[in-house]
């Protein structure tokens, strides 16, 4: 996976029968997902222009360049859709994209290695980091909060967390 790219959006399938697209985005400004272009497949094999020809539910109706039939919309349904890095907004200091947080290292308050960020997660609460560490069982997931995660550091590479106190079971 190349980390310059960031996951704008996804495509839901065909829209009518002339190759639109239902399109979701996961920009902060849904509508701007269309300026972004042009949107890689994860695999960097394929891109698109986009141009928003409407609304519907949760998303849009698009017009990706080279769709032009409903087999061809339908046949990238679930395809998520990446933008170069540089095209992107640069965001305030206490916002980040995924892409930038996955793979850096965590140490809690005492400087104690944590281990790695392996994914970001959000179910409508909120980010979870999930931090993978070598020789434990199971991944830690902790609430990307400023009071659970009070420093992301991203030229250095670190986060620095403070989850809450391991009970002795």
């Not at 949760?58 to 859709?81: H, M, Q, V, Y």
């Amino acid at each position: 996976m190349d980390y310059e790219r960031v996951c704008v959006g996804a495509i839901g399938g065909a829209f009518g029968v002339r190759g639109e697209v239902r399109l979701k985005s996961y920009c902060a400004q849904p509508e701007a997902i269309a300026a972004y272009a042009p949107l890689w497949t994860e695999d960097g094999k394929r891109s698109f222009t986009v141009r928003l020809t409407g609304s519907t539910n949760n998303g849009f109706t698009a017009r990706l360049s080279g769709i032009a039939s409903k087999e061809e919309a339908d046949a990238l349904r679930g395809t998520e859709l990446f933008a170069d890095r540089d095209r992107l907004p640069n965001l305030p200091d206490d916002e980040f994209y995924h892409a930038d947080l996955i793979g850096l290292s965590v140490f809690d308050t005492g400087g104690a290695p944590l281990g790695t960020v392996r994914a970001v997660h959000n179910h409508g609460a909120g980010d979870i980091l999930e931090i993978f560490a070598p020789g434990r069982r199971t991944t830690l997931l902790l609430p990307f909060t400023r009071a659970m995660v009070p420093t992301v550091d991203l030229t250095t590479g670190r986060i620095i967390a403070d989850p809450p106190e391991e009970s002795e079971a």
